[in-house]
């Protein structure tokens, strides 16, 4: 019997044209996937609040000729979100949402301040929950959206917790952000608007990658070089890659779950 290879499948992402909004653009995994979907012919709306990582990452996206939208502000604020609700009405309402925005304070709780806390969650689930109720309402009006929620390794214990240096708010608002996804996929159910997360594992970002390496430097057990199984860390274009994925058509019949970026982990 004679098998036959299969003729290659073609695939899109079938991002041309549409518009993403990516909180959290001016570093790191944010940058990386404003490039990765200019390059996939998205429109782009990039936050940030640091205009000069922000600026930093127009230049970068700008030789693929995406048409951008550019502003800066701190999207834990309602009145910043509303006011980029008003900017992106006459820019082009995103048909994606990316929720990068994210960080805190390790320590130990009794370390921590109750500010601390706060900010914490703040940054993490606060923002997710302001941006996501901005701009639903446009996505089910037009029967499409896609929304990706960064959460993280982090919800199920980190190397900071092996280190004994304590992470638990950042922890707790990672996990909180994998119960917003899978609550909100049920409220979604046959909107035509899918919402999905990606937890990334240790990866080489301009604040993490550094830190990291001193770990593997110090030889100490918990380097993520020993126990991640592809014995390395990610890259933010490879965490970039999987919110593609989950914005694209691809991952059509794919809501509330969550893509481990881990390598192994």
Same mark, same amino acid.
């Given at each position: 019997?004679? +098998?036959?290879?299969?003729?290659?499948?073609?695939? /899109?992402?079938?991002?041309?044209?549409?518009?993403?909004?990516?909180?959290?653009?001016?570093?790191?995994?944010?940058?990386?996937?404003?490039?990765?979907?200019?390059?996939?012919?998205?429109? =782009?709306?990039?936050?940030?609040?640091?205009?000069?990582?922000?600026?930093? /990452?127009?230049? #970068? !996206?700008?030789?693929?000729? %995406?048409?951008?939208?550019?502003?800066?502000?701190?999207?834990?604020?309602?009145?910043?979100?509303?006011?980029?609700?008003?900017? %992106?009405?006459?820019?082009?309402?995103?048909?994606?949402? *990316?929720?990068?925005?994210?960080?805190?304070?390790?320590?130990?709780?009794?370390?921590?301040?109750?500010?601390?806390?706060?900010?914490?969650?703040?940054?993490?689930?606060?923002?997710?929950? #302001?941006?996501?109720?901005?701009?639903?309402?446009?996505?089910?009006?037009?029967?499409?959206?896609?929304?990706?929620? #960064?959460?993280?390794?982090?919800?199920?214990?980190?190397?900071?917790?092996?280190? +004994?240096?304590?992470?638990?708010?950042?922890?707790?608002?990672?996990?909180?952000?994998?119960?917003?996804?899978?609550? =909100?996929?049920?409220?979604?159910?046959?909107?035509?608007?899918?919402?999905?997360? *990606?937890?990334?594992?240790?990866?080489?970002?301009?604040?993490?990658?550094?830190?990291?390496?001193?770990?593997?430097?110090?030889?100490?057990?918990?380097?993520?070089?020993?126990?991640?199984?592809?014995?390395?860390?990610?890259?933010?274009?490879?965490? %970039?890659?999987?919110? #593609?994925?989950?914005?694209?058509?691809?991952?059509?019949? !794919?809501?509330?779950?969550?893509?481990? !970026?881990?390598?192994?982990?």
């Amino acid at each position: 019997m004679t +098998h036959q290879t299969p003729t290659p499948r073609l695939s /899109t992402t079938g991002l041309s044209g549409r518009t993403a909004l990516i909180t959290g653009a001016g570093l790191g995994i944010g940058r990386a996937t404003a490039l990765r979907f200019a390059q996939e012919g998205a429109r =782009l709306i990039l936050c940030d609040i640091d205009a000069d990582r922000l600026e930093e /990452t127009r230049n #970068l !996206v700008a030789p693929t000729g %995406a048409d951008m939208l550019i502003r800066q502000g701190d999207v834990t604020d309602e009145m910043v979100v509303e006011k980029l609700a008003m900017d %992106a009405r006459a820019f082009g309402l995103p048909d994606i949402l *990316v929720n990068n925005v994210g960080g805190g304070r390790s320590g130990r709780i009794w370390d921590l301040s109750v500010q601390d806390g706060d900010d914490t969650m703040r940054i993490s689930l606060r923002s997710m929950f #302001l941006c996501t109720r901005a701009f639903l309402p446009s996505m089910i009006a037009a029967g499409y959206g896609r929304v990706v929620c #960064l959460s993280s390794g982090a919800r199920n214990g980190t190397v900071w917790n092996a280190l +004994h240096m304590g992470a638990c708010a950042y922890s707790t608002a990672k996990a909180g952000v994998i119960g917003f996804v899978r609550d =909100l996929a049920i409220e979604l159910g046959d909107s035509g608007v899918t919402i999905n997360a *990606v937890a990334p594992g240790p990866i080489d970002t301009e604040l993490a990658g550094a830190f990291l390496r001193n770990i593997e430097a110090q030889g100490h057990a918990y380097s993520p070089f020993r126990t991640v199984p592809m014995r390395r860390l990610g890259t933010p274009r490879e965490v %970039a890659d999987a919110i #593609l994925y989950l914005a694209s058509e691809n991952a059509s019949y !794919v809501t509330g779950t969550t893509l481990d !970026v881990a390598g192994g982990r």
